[in-house]
């Protein structure tokens, strides 16, 4: 059974804080949709590659993981259920939106809450994917 979307289950993995965040954002979209969401993970990578100019203290390689990942998910997007769906898009908003817990182009850590909760949707919902691996 999948537990993804249970609040108890996210704020247990996540963190109060964090699991609001992703959970607010967990929307199961049509295929057209998700194909637009997929395209706008690409061009976040894009955006914070530029941005690494600017700031060499950006992870990109992290930054890369988690789109990567995110696009892996969007590949068995129509094969996952209601609940599975709306994870995969709440990972990706997450991942597209920079201001979130940790500023993806400003904090050296601006990817490891992404990758938190990639992982987190990764490990609740059946898939082949494997998780990024994180620093302890």
Sequence with gaps: MERVLEVQNAIGAL?????EEFLGL?????PEQA???RQRVAAHLDSS??????NEFIDLKLAKLVAEKCLELFDHYPSFSPDAQAAVIGAARYFIQSQDT????VSSLGFEDDAMIVNY?????STDINRI???Q
């Design 15 to 19: 963190g109060p804080g964090l699991a």
């Design 26 to 30: 967990a929307q199961q979209l049509d």
């Design 35 to 37: 194909a637009e969401m």
């Design 49 to 54: 590659s530029k941005a690494m100019e600017e």
């Design 102 to 105: 940790y500023h993806d182009t």
């Design 121 to 125: 949707v990764i490990a609740n919902i």
């Design 133 to 135: 691996p994180l620093k």
